[in-house]
């Protein structure tokens, strides 16, 4: 087996990291929960579930990955084998969501074009159902924005992934301030700015904290085995792990409060509810960007940010896949990326006509797309957070993973690992 690739920077994990957390979690679960739930009221339940849940979860899964020198299942057996096969779970759930989230990145390709003839008139709605129920277009915009990944993940560690995220992760950011300086500046902008930052714990309810709860691990992207994995591709053993990766939890943050700042002043200065999904996406805001002043070109720029974002999270979730079959059936990285290539392009497939032509077919009442989103994010995620935690917390001990050099703060990470994370996994599995 040739040598284990290898990230030829800190930066590199770091803004690697950083593009696998990002995604459109931030751009439109985040926004659509924050309307839900009270605004300012929910983001301040978010903000302290980033801080006590996630950030220990980031922490421990990129030393873990940095002390075995190991994707998931290798990295539990060497914590025991014993329970080496919980690591499968990892790969499981970041293989399912690259089925259905793929999709969403080919519907976002389709949306780049389709902004420049969009006029105010247009009624989104309508194209938006035609384009996802036909067999064909949204099909061919799946395959090239999966190939689009693979080809990446095909280059490699340093010259695929570590180059396109120091290139993507700061452009990303730079279009999003653009985008949110012309949302500001919109009539009556500041109602949504308010609306965003201002709590009435009056509001704030069990389902409030559930909801903050879930968005924190969905959007994190914590349980899915990418930090263990780009933590395994770090060279050396010393390193301040709280304090290099603490940017990764910073700026996934702050992209969901910027894309919060990019929605909801241009939604309340235009009086539109707000919707979820893909409404949110692809009916809502066109219309707003139709409507405004160079509105064709910011739309590019949010069609751009969420293709960045989207590009990013793939490339993560198929680099876990791809490190497991690499580790476990001793695989170049190029024959596993052709291999799971060709699988995905036939399931990915599948899944988008689950809209049109298979719509028929249902899983428990869903149809293929929403049932494997439901399946991966409400309860496989939290399961693996929860087994994770336990293992962690109570089986390797979280002393074992030094992540802080500082004591004070260490002893802070390993009480949240053995207390904090598994009942907060365990609160969401319960409500959900």
């Known amino acids: 087996m040739s040598e284990r690739a290898s990230w030829n920077s800190k930066l590199g994990l770091v803004l690697a990291a950083a593009g696998s957390a990002v995604g459109l979690g931030n751009l439109w679960r985040f926004p659509y929960l924050v309307a839900k739930d009270g605004g300012g009221t929910f983001l301040l339940a978010y903000l302290m579930f980033v801080v006590f ?22 990295a539990f057996k060497w914590i025991s084998p014993n329970v080496r096969y919980f690591g499968l779970i990892f790969v499981v759930i970041s293989a399912l969501i690259i089925s259905y989230y793929s999709v969403v990145g080919g519907w976002i390709i389709a949306y780049i074009p389709k902004m420049i003839y969009s006029s105010k008139d247009a009624d989104f709605s309508a194209s938006f159902n035609s384009f996802v129920t036909s067999d064909f277009q949204p099909i061919v915009s799946f395959v ?25 992760m700061p452009v990303l950011f730079l279009l999003l301030v653009m985008l949110v300086i012309r949302s500001i500046t919109l009539p009556n902008a500041s109602k949504g700015a308010i609306f965003l930052f201002k709590p009435n714990l009056s509001e704030l309810s069990s389902q409030t904290l559930i909801d903050a709860l879930g968005q924190v691990f969905y959007s994190m992207s914590v349980g899915m085995g990418i930090y263990i994995t780009y933590g395994s591709y770090y060279r050396k053993d010393k390193i301040d792990i709280g304090k290099t990766l603490w940017p990764v939890i910073t700026m996934d943050t702050l992209v969901s409060i910027l894309a919060g700042l990019a929605i909801f002043p241009a939604v309340f200065s235009f009086n539109i509810p707000m919707t979820s999904g893909p409404e949110l996406v692809f009916v809502t805001l066109p219309k707003i960007f139709s409507s405004i002043p160079f509105g064709l070109f910011f739309g590019e720029l949010f069609y751009l940010i969420l293709y960045f974002s989207a590009l990013t999270s793939v490339i993560a979730l198929f680099e876990v896949v791809v490190s497991f079959l690499c580790d476990e059936t001793h695989f170049s990285r190029k024959k596993a990326t052709v291999v799971l290539t060709t699988v995905y392009l036939i399931v990915g497939s599948i899944v988008s006509l689950s809209f049109g032509r298979f719509s028929d077919i249902k899983l428990f009442g869903r149809i293929l797309f929403d049932f494997l989103d439901y399946l991966s ?48 996994m365990i609160a969401i599995l319960f409500f959900s």
């Open 144 to 168: 090239v924005f999966f190939l689009s990944s693979s080809i990446i993940i095909y280059s490699g560690v340093e010259k695929g992934i570590e180059k396109v995220s120091k290139f993507m």
């Open 377 to 424: 994010t409400n309860i496989l995620l939290p399961i693996s957070g929860l087994l994770f935690s336990l293992i962690i917390g109570y089986i390797l001990g979280p002393q074992k993973l030094k992540v802080f050099k500082n004591k004070k703060k260490q002893k802070v990470f390993e009480f949240a690992i053995k207390f904090v994370v598994p009942i907060s």
């Open 53 to 74: 849940v996630a950030a220990p979860m980031v922490l421990a899964e990129v030393a873990l990955g940095i002390s075995s020198k190991k994707s998931s299942m290798g």
